[in-house]
């Protein structure tokens, strides 16, 4: 079955740098769209960044410039690296994974989640 496995969480100052990863395993499909979500206390669930199988990438407008999201397509690694990081970035950070049609970061749609990794910028 589908797997994703979060790490790289954690707590940084403001205008530090952290550094996700998602390991999927599992994945019978060689293509997929994938992306990272996040959750603050009390808000709703919003797609911060995603990729897509030929490697195009979206952004929430929030993080543009700051954040940058990769994929390992040999190790079936997904990458989002975090920089000059804010205190309203902080968050637990889902990654999220589907064939591209059924994979969207603005309605938060994904068939396989991962367990989540927080984020906590002070």
């Known amino acids: 079955h589908v797997q994703l496995v979060e790490s790289g969480g954690g707590s940084v100052q403001a205008g530090g740098s952290l550094r996700l990863s998602c390991a999927v395993s599992g994945y019978t499909y060689s293509t997929y769209c994938a992306g990272w979500f996040r959750q603050a206390p009390g808000k709703e669930r919003e797609g911060v960044a995603a990729?897509?199988?030929?490697?195009?990438?979206s952004y929430a407008d929030s993080v543009k410039g700051r954040f940058t999201i990769s994929k390992d397509n040999v190790k079936d690694i997904l990458f989002l690296q975090m920089n000059s990081l804010k205190p309203e970035d902080t968050a637990m950070y889902y990654c999220?994974?589907?064939?591209?049609?059924?994979?969207?970061?603005?309605?938060?749609?994904?068939?396989?989640w991962g367990q989540g990794t927080q984020v906590t910028v002070s």
């Open positions: 990729i897509e199988s030929d490697g195009s990438t």
């Open positions: 999220a994974a589907d064939l591209c049609g059924y994979f969207s970061l603005t309605s938060g749609t994904a068939g396989y």
